[in-house]
Each structure stands twice: as C-alpha cells, then as structure tokens.
C-alpha cells in the first residue's frame, strides 16, 4: 500500500507544479495601444493502482494524469477601460455533429439486397 501512496504523491506533486495563477492567467501581449490578458480554463484527472500478484514478494503499481487546458475569454485593457470578452465555443455540439452525420453513414452505408429463394415442393411419384 506505501507504493500506492508514494505514486499518488508523485502524480499530485507534477500536477501542482503546473498550476498556479499564470496557468490560468496569461502572460499579457501589448498590440496597437491595447494590452491583451488571455484567460484559460483548466483540467485535470488522475488515476492509480497498486496490487501483489500471487507469488509475488512485492507490490507492483502505477498511475497516470492528464491536464487539458483551453482558452476561454480574454482581458482588453486600453484608454476606454477593461472589459472582458468571452471567446466563442465550437458552433456545434457534439450530439449535433452525431445528427448531421447520421443521413451520410445512412447514404454509404451498403444496402442489404433482397434476395428470393423459391423452394419448389417434391412431386409425388408413385
């Protein structure tokens, strides 16, 4: 169980390395007279496990994480103010693009051929 702990510690540990307030908060760029803060949206997950296997002595484990960031709005600061301007999403959701492409799939997707078989019944001898 130490072996799970420790690669907890070492993941969480990486992890925290990565965010801090410049994470979220841009490094300001300055363009024609308007100083521009991007700010992002952060993500994070991870996972671990540890077990003995039968004859094993000692515990194997492992783990990993992942950190997915996106750009959300940005800060424009110029001789008028500070305002903040939220950048667009995707137009679509994801289940929109699955509706839209339901009648392509249909479209190529082979068509089952009818087939008949006509079974014709023995005739009598006697």
């Given at each position: 169980?130490?072996?799970?702990v420790?690669?907890?510690?070492?993941?969480?540990?990486?992890?925290?390395?990565?965010?801090?307030a410049?994470?979220?908060?841009g490094?300001?760029?300055?363009v024609?007279?308007k100083?521009?803060?991007?700010?992002?949206?952060?993500?994070?997950g991870f996972?671990a496990?540890a077990?003995?296997?039968?004859g094993?002595?000692?515990?194997g484990?492992?783990?990993g994480?992942g950190?997915?960031?996106?750009?959300?709005?940005?800060?424009?600061?110029?001789q008028?103010?500070?305002?903040v301007?939220?950048?667009?999403g995707?137009k679509?959701?994801?289940?929109?693009?699955?509706?839209?492409?339901?009648p392509?799939l249909?479209?190529n997707?082979?068509?089952?051929?009818e087939t008949?078989?006509?079974?014709?019944e023995?005739?009598?001898?006697s």
């Amino acid at each position: 169980m130490e072996g799970l702990v420790e690669i907890l510690k070492t993941i969480t540990g990486e992890m925290q390395k990565s965010l801090s307030a410049r994470t979220v908060v841009g490094d300001p760029i300055t363009v024609e007279g308007k100083t521009i803060v991007p700010l992002v949206s952060v993500g994070m997950g991870f996972g671990a496990g540890a077990g003995m296997g039968k004859g094993q002595e000692t515990p194997g484990g492992g783990g990993g994480g992942g950190l997915g960031m996106k750009p959300v709005a940005v800060i424009i600061i110029d001789q008028q103010g500070v305002k903040v301007e939220r950048l667009k999403g995707p137009k679509h959701s994801l289940l929109e693009h699955l509706v839209e492409a339901v009648p392509v799939l249909a479209e190529n997707f082979p068509k089952k051929r009818e087939t008949r078989v006509e079974i014709e019944e023995p005739k009598e001898t006697s």
